[in-house]
Structure formats: structure tokens, C-alpha cells
């Protein structure tokens, strides 16, 4: 995972399939995330853990949960081999200091509002800040409100897609960014071609 100041971190989430990782990783993904709570882009521990061998070392492999019992979380995420755990819900920081014991990134999924969070609260290592309504994939007003501090690890997501993360970016300069339906064909498939075009807008590569 980079840590340079330079370098959008850029993740590709909800990914199903060998070709959705291929095409993620080879077009320049820093970042892969399989969805484990209920959605459309659900996957088992055992698809992810044969997805996750598919994915070098370079590459931050996240799996995503939302308000599942800590038990079965840590059991999903052992069986599925992922590096970093991405919680969308209520949890408590007990719930985080237990995963933290167990070596894995953890990544903190909150809703954009007037109250901005900050990245670290709840001992997390990256803040992911969604739209008002996470999961709708709407564009949201991403300069209109309070942005996290300067410095901060957080990645914008909710409704990005090809044509408008050079704008998102420009509006409210994250260290990074997450999509998932702003790359889908359809709902919960995904797109090669869109994927690939993503990452060099992101990039601000032609």
C-alpha cells in the first residue's frame, strides 16, 4: 500500500469474477475489495480466497462488512485470505481493537454529514467517506461541506465514475478513491473497459 504523498490510492470494490481482478490489478489498482455483506456484488469467503491468489503482494486485498458478528467476520476474513477489513456499519471500537490484534488494515466506512469524522477514531487505518447515501451510487456534493484534515488517509467514494473523478478529485482532494457501481455494466457486474478508463482518469492518464 503507498504511502506517498504523490500517489492516488485508488481501490476497486466489489469484484466477482478472475477477469474483474485481472482487469483491476493490471490496469494499476492499488486496491481490490469483495463484498461480504448483503448486495449484489456478494461473494463467499472460498470465490474471494481463490480471487485473492490471483492478486501480488502489492496489491491491498479488502473485504467488506457490514454489522456481521465479529466471530464470523474474522472467520470470513481468515478463510478468504484478505489483508484488510473494510466495516460499513455500527461497530464499536471493541470491535475494531479486536481486528487490529489480528493483523489486519482496517478501513472505516462513514456516511458524509455535518459531522466530519476524522481518520483514526476508532483506530482505524484508512477513513472511506461515502455519500449521504451509501451504496446509492449518486454523485454527491463533494466540495459542499467540511473535508477531512489535511494529511489524512481517506478515500472519497459514492457515485464516481469515469467521466467525473477528475472533478471529484479537484473538488475535494482525497488521498485516495473507491468505486464499484461507477465501473458496472450493469448492476453488480462489471465492466473491463470501465475499469480500465477509471483508473487512468484517476490518474489523470489519456
Known sequence: MSD????????????KT??????????????VGFVFSASPR???????????????????????????????VRSVATEAGIRAVQLHGSEGREYYDDLTAGGWTLIRAAAYGDTMPRCGEMGEDLLLLDA??????????????????????WLLAGGLTPDNVRAALD????????????????????????????????????
Open 18 to 31: 478472475e477477469r474483474d481482478v485481472d482487469t483491476a490489478v493490471e490496469a494499476g489498482a492499488d486496491a
Open 42 to 72: 456478494r461473494i463467499d469467503a472460498a470465490t474471494a480466497a481463490r480471487l485473492c491468489r490471483r492478486v501480488p503482494d502489492h496489491v491491498l486485498t479488502v473485504g467488506v462488512f457490514r454489522d456481521e458478528p465479529l466471530p464470523e
Open 132 to 153: 449521504p447515501v451509501p451504496g446509492s451510487g449518486v454523485a454527491w456534493d463533494w466540495a459542499g461541506g467540511p473535508a477531512p484534515a489535511p494529511g489524512q488517509k
Open 4 to 15: 506517498s504523498s504523490d500517489h492516488l490510492f485508488v481501490k476497486i470494490c466489489g469484484l
Open 171 to 206: 473538488a475535494a482532494h482525497p488521498w485516495g478513491v473507491d468505486v464499484s457501481s461507477g465501473v458496472e455494466q450493469s448492476r453488480g457486474v462489471k465492466d473491463p473497459a470501465l475499469i480500465t478508463a477509471f483508473l487512468k482518469a484517476a490518474r489523470g492518464r489519456s
